[in-house]
């Protein structure tokens, strides 16, 4: 586990690799360093026939690195491409820029920071990051200018909201993710990931009001831009879709799926109940939703639509290659024979499960930068933790503790922290003396209730 985690962060940070090759030349090394005798003892433990363990034994460890690549793609390549769409229809149809209004009107300029945390949480769920940020910073700059203050606050009003969906929600990548090489349902992880998510995004917004009380920034910005700003103060709503419309692609998918985990999954009833389980499986909800996004993309621009639906394409393609070579690494870890290992470690020495998944993925995240590759890699090697069931709890609690683990820290390594304060307008130092402690407050927080949540609610 050491040697490919080694090769993973070696690769990103010294040779500059991209994430898919990084990951992909940790699994090899890990497979070619297994035994034939632990891929055996492994496949047993995961319930396979003698004869299939002593042929997965026999298998190359090419073949069983490029196995856990398709089996992890094939899992998650189509919900992440229709996320993808989703995201990029919200955009390029005003349906986002429409949810944000509303929620403007809904707090008043008193509570506007309220506003950009509740857009950044809600846009954080099908849209990545930085493309959120990329859309409501603007606003927060048009806001400034109308309010006269309290620019800092809008900004890390955003971060908080924005960056804990990303971490703890699906359709995003990362959680989506973990929850899938940790057996968690997709509806779980999105119950459990939204409610984690409130309290630490929560946690964010009080740093941001702790800072903006401290500090005050100013909105650094050319006259063209400051022109620009005014246009947006004065920009027409009317053309912009409905409210309902505008979050009917968000929450059909979120409501389809918590049905089916629910209900729907354990309902034997045929005819009808049959239907509707099919209908809310994860991967249909999320086709339907897109196909929604895609009317309302083909209302807006016709037949131009097909340039947004390539870019997003574009940028799924991207995520699905690292997430399989992610689910490579981890199933080259699992058949090292890593989970007993860890499991006898942990009750043998009293180990905490949740923090120490938690400062596994802080470590990961510090070095490498990126909150996506960091839950990754240690969902890959905690995952053999929750296969074994002796967790004593649901093992959505390990998942939102990785979560929250990919938030800390925040600095110069990390291309969401260039994203924030270029975009946001902070110098380095002030992006340093802001984002920073944020990061520590909001993972944190998040492994605070993840170790409260697993306690009082360990069996959901």
Same mark, same amino acid.
């Given at each position: 586990m050491l040697a490919g985690m080694i090769v993973v962060v070696a690769g990103i940070l010294w040779l500059r690799l991209h994430a898919f090759l +990084?990951? !992909?030349?940790?699994? %090899? =090394?890990v497979a070619f360093l297994t035994s034939p005798s632990a891929v055996e003892? /492994?496949?047993l433990t995961a319930g396979a026939t003698p004869a299939a363990a002593r042929a997965a034994a026999a298998a190359p460890p090419g073949q069983r690195v490029v196995e856990g690549f398709g089996r992890t793609a094939g899992q998650l390549g189509v919900m992440v491409g229709m996320a993808s769409i989703i995201g990029s229809a919200l955009l390029h149809t005003g349906a986002a820029e429409r949810i944000v209004r509303s929620l403007l009107t809904l707090t008043g300029q008193a509570r506007a920071s309220l506003s950009f945390l509740a857009s950044g949480f809600l846009l954080g769920i099908p849209v990545f990051f930085d493309t #959120? %940020?990329?859309l409501l910073v603007p606003l927060a700059r048009a806001m400034r200018l109308r309010t006269g203050r309290d620019y800092l606050l809008y900004v890390l009003a955003i971060v908080a909201g924005g960056t804990m969906t990303h971490s703890l929600v699906p359709p995003t990548p990362g959680p989506l993710f #973990?929850?899938?090489a =940790?057996?968690?349902? #997709?509806? /779980?992880?999105i119950g459990v990931g939204f409610a984690v998510g409130l309290f630490t995004a929560g946690a964010g917004y009080a740093w941001a009001h702790a800072a903006n009380r401290r500090w005050t920034v100013p909105v650094r910005t050319t006259p063209e831009a400051a022109a620009e700003l005014e246009a947006i103060n004065a920009q027409d709503t009317r053309d912009l879709p409905s409210l309902p419309l505008a979050l009917a692609p968000i !929450?059909?998918? #979120?409501?389809?799926?918590? !049905? /089916?985990?629910s209900y729907l999954a354990r309902a034997d009833t045929p005819g009808l109940w049959q239907v509707a389980r099919w209908v809310?499986?994860?991967n249909i909800a999320l086709v339907m939703a897109a196909a929604l996004a895609l009317v309302m993309l083909w209302r807006r621009k016709g037949r131009a639509m097909s340039g947004a639906v390539d870019e997003s394409l574009l940028s799924a393609g991207n995520i699905i290659l690292i997430t399989g070579a992610g689910g490579a690494f981890g199933a080259a870890l699992q058949a090292s024979g890593i989970g007993p290992w860890m499991q006898g470690a942990v009750t043998a020495y009293s180990l905490p499960v949740l923090p120490m998944a938690w400062g596994l993925t802080v470590v990961m995240r510090t070095a490498l930068g990126s909150a996506t590759v960091a839950m990754i890699t +240690?969902?890959? +090697?905690?995952g053999g933790l929750a296969a074994a069931g002796n967790l004593g709890f649901h093992p959505v609690w390990l998942a939102v503790a990785i979560g929250c683990g990919s938030k800390p820290v925040w600095w110069m390594n990390d291309s969401g922290f260039w994203v924030i304060s270029k975009m946001g307008g902070l110098t380095e130092q002030e992006a340093i003396r802001v984002l920073t402690p944020m990061s520590i407050a909001t993972g944190t927080s998040g492994l605070i209730v993840s170790m409260a949540g697993a306690w009082f609610f360990p069996m959901l």
């Amino acid at each position: 586990m050491l040697a490919g985690m080694i090769v993973v962060v070696a690769g990103i940070l010294w040779l500059r690799l991209h994430a898919f090759l +990084a990951l !992909l030349m940790g699994a %090899f =090394l890990v497979a070619f360093l297994t035994s034939p005798s632990a891929v055996e003892r /492994h496949a047993l433990t995961a319930g396979a026939t003698p004869a299939a363990a002593r042929a997965a034994a026999a298998a190359p460890p090419g073949q069983r690195v490029v196995e856990g690549f398709g089996r992890t793609a094939g899992q998650l390549g189509v919900m992440v491409g229709m996320a993808s769409i989703i995201g990029s229809a919200l955009l390029h149809t005003g349906a986002a820029e429409r949810i944000v209004r509303s929620l403007l009107t809904l707090t008043g300029q008193a509570r506007a920071s309220l506003s950009f945390l509740a857009s950044g949480f809600l846009l954080g769920i099908p849209v990545f990051f930085d493309t #959120v %940020f990329y859309l409501l910073v603007p606003l927060a700059r048009a806001m400034r200018l109308r309010t006269g203050r309290d620019y800092l606050l809008y900004v890390l009003a955003i971060v908080a909201g924005g960056t804990m969906t990303h971490s703890l929600v699906p359709p995003t990548p990362g959680p989506l993710f #973990v929850a899938n090489a =940790l057996g968690v349902s #997709v509806g /779980h992880m999105i119950g459990v990931g939204f409610a984690v998510g409130l309290f630490t995004a929560g946690a964010g917004y009080a740093w941001a009001h702790a800072a903006n009380r401290r500090w005050t920034v100013p909105v650094r910005t050319t006259p063209e831009a400051a022109a620009e700003l005014e246009a947006i103060n004065a920009q027409d709503t009317r053309d912009l879709p409905s409210l309902p419309l505008a979050l009917a692609p968000i !929450l059909l998918p #979120v409501l389809l799926i918590t !049905l /089916h985990t629910s209900y729907l999954a354990r309902a034997d009833t045929p005819g009808l109940w049959q239907v509707a389980r099919w209908v809310t499986e994860q991967n249909i909800a999320l086709v339907m939703a897109a196909a929604l996004a895609l009317v309302m993309l083909w209302r807006r621009k016709g037949r131009a639509m097909s340039g947004a639906v390539d870019e997003s394409l574009l940028s799924a393609g991207n995520i699905i290659l690292i997430t399989g070579a992610g689910g490579a690494f981890g199933a080259a870890l699992q058949a090292s024979g890593i989970g007993p290992w860890m499991q006898g470690a942990v009750t043998a020495y009293s180990l905490p499960v949740l923090p120490m998944a938690w400062g596994l993925t802080v470590v990961m995240r510090t070095a490498l930068g990126s909150a996506t590759v960091a839950m990754i890699t +240690a969902a890959g +090697a905690l995952g053999g933790l929750a296969a074994a069931g002796n967790l004593g709890f649901h093992p959505v609690w390990l998942a939102v503790a990785i979560g929250c683990g990919s938030k800390p820290v925040w600095w110069m390594n990390d291309s969401g922290f260039w994203v924030i304060s270029k975009m946001g307008g902070l110098t380095e130092q002030e992006a340093i003396r802001v984002l920073t402690p944020m990061s520590i407050a909001t993972g944190t927080s998040g492994l605070i209730v993840s170790m409260a949540g697993a306690w009082f609610f360990p069996m959901l």
